[in-house]
């Protein structure tokens, strides 16, 4: 009998080993079904590593990218509101392969007439005014002459090549192949442009007019026809812009002759090459005191820009700027504007920061905008690399824009003067952020075409870090030395009300930037507010800002893509996150962690036994024999209790059983606040791991040694959960008004 029960389990042993298939391959294997598929690792989501992009999120050996080098002349024509210009591009081939054609980006020709933007926008029509605007800027578009008009496309001996529009992209047909790793091409052509007035058409450049003095404040970007990126994952990045999905583009290196009226002042990308000859001696004076100054100095005073403003010259100036390892030129131009700036210190290197502004924009932006913008750099520098570039730029245009070393930012009193403190605040707030885009996407070069949440998620988060340093700064205003600074979306707490719409009418963030509603708590908030939890909730600061700043080192200057970022934060903390990816970034379920029940267990003793009638959760006793059997069988296996052990299993111990339920579906650590009968009360925070055998009910066992008289979980509103009504025990007693009108609605169901 005994060798047929061993045969038999020999079979068993032999038939699960059978049916056990060895691994082929690092994919994981389908899971049981009690395991829950919310822990299993991201697979097939992510790439595979190879030469290129390794699996750790690292550059790979052979990791390569395009370069594309300019030459720019333009001149705005601020009779007609045309720029015109002519161009020069040096592309270098540094892929494995030889390319016969290149794909450039016409952004302008979005608001072409015939724009497959145009068409394809829906639009409602009702009698609201929002409606009116919609429709007024529709027709506007329908009826004016913008995009691109493109001529003189030739090679460098002056020779015509041949291409191809295909809306805002553009096709250049090459005699022969770029060759494979180092080859190069040079081409130019020439093109203008109608500049739209922003406020009444939109898009993220133009000019706005002033109708007091008649002048423009222009802020120029998207302007010139730019190189699309070519790479390891993709190819050519040439999806169509639709207004939504911002830029992919490639790094090099610019030199631009700005040719606009000899009364403008211009800011720009890069640096200015010919200061003297455009600026005036006393300008210069203040532009190199403004260098070494700890506050900002102004170099173009207001009283200046006031006079210019009554007598517009008919002369020109030319204004030469050169910026290197940059993907992107834009600028700023007018005779209204006032200019100061500052140098800051970063990693040991002096910065300038500056700021470009109308006098609507003062007092507000010659207080505070430089300011912002140096302090911008530094809390940025420190949670990921030294800033690299020489400028930094705010210009005060009505608008949030960001391009290497310059941005444009709203924020201007009202007719009075006055600030109110939400266009403070959202003055601020929209500076630290645009700036911040000089770190993300501008140096951190993600594809924004394809993944919004890549730059905006990430730079929303350090913005946050930014606006939580504002309080200890001398400069800052009182209210927020007093207060801090107001918190923002990012905030768990504040991001609920997006979170309870229901998932199956939203997307994950892991979308193409043209294909999400409610885009931006989609690529603004939810990410940024994902990262606020996984640095102050899951992994902690520590762990956290070391991989975040090793991505962030890792690809400074290069392409990266989700799964880079990925696997740079969990290799570089040792902490396996893909159950949060896969749960925040690929899925749209809520937090909803319910505490269904509490359940309390003590040793006997005649005198808890007494006052078991009194306490809130009414005990069930192990007897003291169960403890007496326990302890003779762990001395009978030659174990011994020691005093601690001793005192946990005596009647002076409570041991509470809390029942959890997922109802939301997103897996969270699970933080319980305990409030003790003396007043006092202690935080418990359970990882997310305690979900890996069932994502749906969990129990947990929490020992003390004083009395709980309520449980409370996620108390301090860490884990955006969306109905906290279930979050205590025992529950809150409702309402006699509410029982009232709960039956009443009960009754007018049935």
Same mark, same amino acid.
């Given at each position: 009998?005994?060798?047929?029960?061993?045969?038999?389990?020999?079979?068993?042993?032999?038939?699960?080993?059978?049916?056990?298939?060895?691994?082929?391959?690092?994919?994981?294997?389908?899971?049981?079904?009690?395991?829950?598929?919310?822990?299993?690792?991201?697979?097939?989501?992510?790439?595979?590593?190879?030469?290129?992009?390794?699996?750790?999120?690292?550059?790979?050996?052979?990791?390569?990218?395009?370069?594309?080098?300019?030459?720019?002349?333009?001149?705005?024509?601020?009779?007609?509101?045309?720029? +015109?210009?002519?161009?020069?591009?040096?592309?270098?081939?540094?892929?494995?392969?030889?390319?016969?054609?290149?794909?450039?980006?016409?952004?302008?020709?979005?608001?072409?007439?015939?724009?497959?933007?145009?068409?394809?926008?829906?639009?409602?029509?009702?009698?609201?005014?929002?409606?009116?605007?919609?429709?007024?800027?529709?027709?506007?578009?329908?009826?004016?002459?913008?995009?691109?008009?493109?001529?003189?496309?030739? %090679?460098?001996?002056?020779?015509?090549?041949?291409?191809?529009?295909?809306?805002?992209?553009?096709?250049?047909?090459?005699?022969? @192949?770029?060759?494979?790793?180092?080859?190069? *091409?040079? *081409?130019?052509?020439?093109?203008?442009?109608?500049?739209?007035?922003?406020?009444?058409?939109?898009?993220?450049?133009?000019?706005?007019?002033?109708?007091?003095?008649?002048?423009?404040?222009?802020?120029?970007?998207?302007?010139?026809?730019?190189?699309?990126?070519?790479?390891?994952?993709?190819?050519?990045?040439?999806?169509?812009?639709?207004?939504?999905?911002?830029?992919?583009?490639?790094?090099?290196?610019?030199?631009?002759?700005?040719?606009?009226?000899?009364?403008?002042?211009?800011?720009?990308?890069?640096?200015?090459?010919?200061?003297?000859?455009?600026?005036?001696?006393?300008?210069?004076?203040?532009?190199?005191?403004?260098?070494?100054?700890?506050?900002?100095?102004?170099?173009?005073?207001?009283?200046?820009?006031?006079?210019?403003?009554?007598?517009?010259?008919?002369?020109?100036?030319?204004?030469?700027?050169?910026?290197?390892?940059?993907?992107?030129?834009?600028? +700023?131009?007018?005779?209204?504007?006032?200019?100061?700036?500052?140098?800051?210190?970063?990693?040991?290197?002096?910065?300038?920061?500056?700021?470009?502004?109308?006098?609507?924009?003062?007092?507000?932006?010659?207080?505070?905008?430089?300011? $912002?913008?140096?302090?911008?750099?530094?809390?940025?520098?420190?949670?990921?690399?030294?800033?690299?570039?020489?400028?930094?730029?705010?210009?005060?245009?009505?608008?949030?824009?960001?391009?290497?070393?310059?941005?444009?930012?709203?924020?201007?009193?009202?007719?009075? &003067?006055?600030?109110?403190?939400?266009?403070?605040?959202?003055?601020? &707030?929209?500076?630290?952020?645009?700036?911040?885009?000089?770190?993300?996407?501008? $140096?951190?070069?993600?594809?924004?075409?394809?993944?919004?949440?890549?730059?905006?998620?990430?730079?929303? *988060?350090?913005?946050?870090?930014?606006?939580?340093?504002?309080?200890?700064?001398?400069?800052?205003?009182?209210?927020?030395?007093?207060?801090?600074?107001?918190?923002?979306?990012?905030?768990?707490?504040?991001?609920?009300?997006?979170?309870?719409?229901?998932?199956?009418?939203?997307?994950?963030?892991?979308?193409?930037?043209?294909?999400?509603?409610?885009?931006? @708590?989609?690529?603004?908030?939810?990410?940024? +507010?994902?990262?606020?939890?996984?640095?102050?909730?899951?992994?902690?600061?520590?762990?956290?800002?070391?991989?975040?700043?090793?991505?962030?080192?890792?690809?400074?200057?290069?392409?990266?893509?989700?799964?880079?970022?990925?696997?740079?934060?969990?290799?570089?903390?040792?902490?396996?996150?893909?159950?949060?990816?896969?749960?925040?970034?690929?899925?749209?379920?809520?937090?909803?962690?319910?505490?269904?029940?509490?359940?309390?267990?003590?040793?006997?003793?005649?005198?808890?036994?007494?006052?078991?009638?009194?306490?809130?959760?009414?005990?069930?006793?192990?007897?003291?024999?169960?403890?007496?059997?326990? +302890?003779?069988?762990?001395?009978?296996?030659?174990?011994?209790?020691?005093?601690? %052990?001793?005192?946990?299993?005596?009647?002076?111990?409570?041991?509470?059983?809390?029942?959890?339920?997922?109802?939301?579906?997103?897996?969270?650590?699970?933080?319980?606040?305990?409030?003790?009968?003396?007043?006092?009360?202690?935080?418990?925070?359970?990882?997310?791991?305690?979900?890996?055998?069932?994502?749906?009910?969990?129990?947990?066992?929490?020992?003390?040694?004083?009395?709980?008289?309520? *449980?409370?979980?996620?108390?301090?509103?860490?884990?955006?959960?969306?109905?906290?009504?279930?979050?205590?025990?025992?529950?809150?007693?409702?309402?006699?008004?509410?029982?009232?009108?709960?039956?009443?609605?009960?009754?007018?169901?049935?």
């Amino acid at each position: 009998m005994k060798k047929l029960l061993l045969l038999l389990l020999s079979c068993i042993t032999v038939n699960a080993l059978a049916q056990k298939k060895p691994s082929t391959s690092d994919q994981e294997a389908p899971l049981p079904k009690y395991v829950s598929s919310k822990f299993a690792q991201l697979g097939q989501e992510l790439p595979t590593p190879n030469v290129y992009r390794t699996g750790d999120g690292s550059p790979g050996p052979n990791y390569w990218q395009q370069k594309a080098d300019y030459k720019i002349k333009a001149t705005l024509d601020e009779a007609k509101n045309v720029i +015109t210009g002519s161009e020069t591009i040096t592309y270098y081939n540094n892929a494995p392969i030889p390319l016969r054609y290149l794909w450039i980006q016409l952004d302008q020709n979005r608001f072409a007439g015939d724009a497959t933007a145009q068409k394809a926008n829906p639009m409602k029509l009702t009698k609201s005014n929002g409606s009116v605007q919609r429709l007024f800027r529709w027709v506007s578009l329908t009826k004016d002459d913008y995009g691109y008009t493109i001529s003189n496309v030739k %090679d460098k001996s002056g020779k015509k090549l041949k291409y191809t529009i295909n809306g805002t992209m553009m096709r250049l047909e090459l005699p022969q @192949p770029i060759k494979a790793k180092g080859g190069s *091409f040079t *081409f130019s052509l020439d093109w203008k442009n109608k500049i739209r007035e922003r406020l009444k058409i939109g898009g993220r450049g133009g000019y706005e007019h002033f109708p007091k003095d008649g002048n423009n404040v222009y802020a120029i970007a998207q302007w010139f026809p730019r190189m699309c990126v070519y790479d390891d994952v993709n190819g050519w990045q040439n999806k169509q812009f639709l207004g939504r999905g911002e830029f992919a583009l490639t790094f090099g290196d610019y030199e631009v002759a700005l040719t606009v009226p000899a009364d403008h002042i211009v800011g720009a990308t890069g640096e200015l090459q010919n200061a003297k000859k455009v600026l005036s001696s006393e300008q210069i004076k203040r532009w190199e005191k403004a260098k070494n100054a700890k506050n900002p100095v102004v170099i173009v005073t207001q009283k200046e820009a006031e006079a210019k403003e009554k007598t517009k010259s008919t002369q020109t100036k030319t204004w030469i700027f050169k910026a290197k390892n940059v993907r992107d030129f834009a600028f +700023t131009s007018s005779r209204k504007l006032i200019w100061d700036a500052m140098g800051v210190n970063v990693g040991g290197k002096n910065v300038w920061a500056m700021s470009y502004y109308p006098k609507e924009a003062n007092p507000l932006w010659g207080n505070y905008s430089t300011h $912002i913008v140096a302090h911008t750099l530094k809390v940025y520098s420190k949670y990921t690399f030294d800033y690299p570039y020489p400028v930094a730029i705010s210009v005060e245009a009505s608008n949030g824009m960001e391009y290497p070393m310059i941005c444009f930012n709203y924020g201007r009193p009202n007719a009075q &003067g006055v600030t109110s403190a939400r266009m403070r605040n959202g003055m601020f &707030g929209v500076i630290i952020h645009e700036v911040g885009h000089n770190f993300f996407p501008m $140096i951190v070069n993600s594809d924004e075409r394809q993944w919004t949440w890549m730059d905006e998620g990430l730079n929303s *988060f350090v913005q946050t870090l930014a606006e939580r340093e504002i309080q200890s700064l001398s400069w800052a205003p009182d209210v927020y030395k007093k207060n801090g600074f107001p918190e923002g979306s990012r905030n768990p707490k504040n991001i609920i009300r997006y979170m309870r719409i229901d998932p199956k009418k939203m997307v994950p963030i892991m979308s193409n930037s043209e294909s999400i509603p409610y885009f931006g @708590p989609n690529a603004y908030s939810k990410p940024a +507010t994902a990262l606020n939890i996984l640095r102050n909730t899951i992994m902690g600061p520590e762990l956290f800002d070391y991989a975040f700043r090793e991505y962030s080192q890792k690809w400074m200057f290069k392409h990266p893509k989700p799964a880079d970022f990925f696997r740079t934060m969990e290799d570089a903390s040792g902490v396996d996150l893909d159950w949060f990816w896969r749960g925040w970034f690929y899925s749209t379920e809520p937090c909803d962690i319910s505490l269904e029940g509490v359940k309390l267990f003590q040793v006997e003793s005649d005198k808890n036994k007494t006052v078991a009638s009194k306490m809130v959760f009414k005990p069930t006793f192990y007897t003291q024999d169960q403890i007496n059997n326990i +302890t003779a069988i762990v001395k009978r296996r030659g174990l011994t209790l020691n005093k601690g %052990d001793k005192e946990a299993m005596s009647p002076n111990s409570f041991f509470y059983q809390l029942d959890f339920k997922n109802k939301g579906g997103l897996l969270m650590p699970i933080i319980v606040k305990m409030q003790y009968k003396d007043g006092s009360q202690q935080n418990v925070k359970i990882p997310a791991e305690i979900w890996k055998k069932d994502p749906v009910k969990v129990s947990k066992v929490l020992m003390t040694k004083k009395e709980v008289v309520k *449980f409370v979980v996620d108390p301090n509103g860490e884990t955006a959960d969306i109905d906290t009504k279930n979050n205590a025990f025992p529950r809150a007693e409702m309402s006699k008004s509410g029982f009232k009108k709960m039956k009443e609605k009960k009754g007018s169901q049935e």
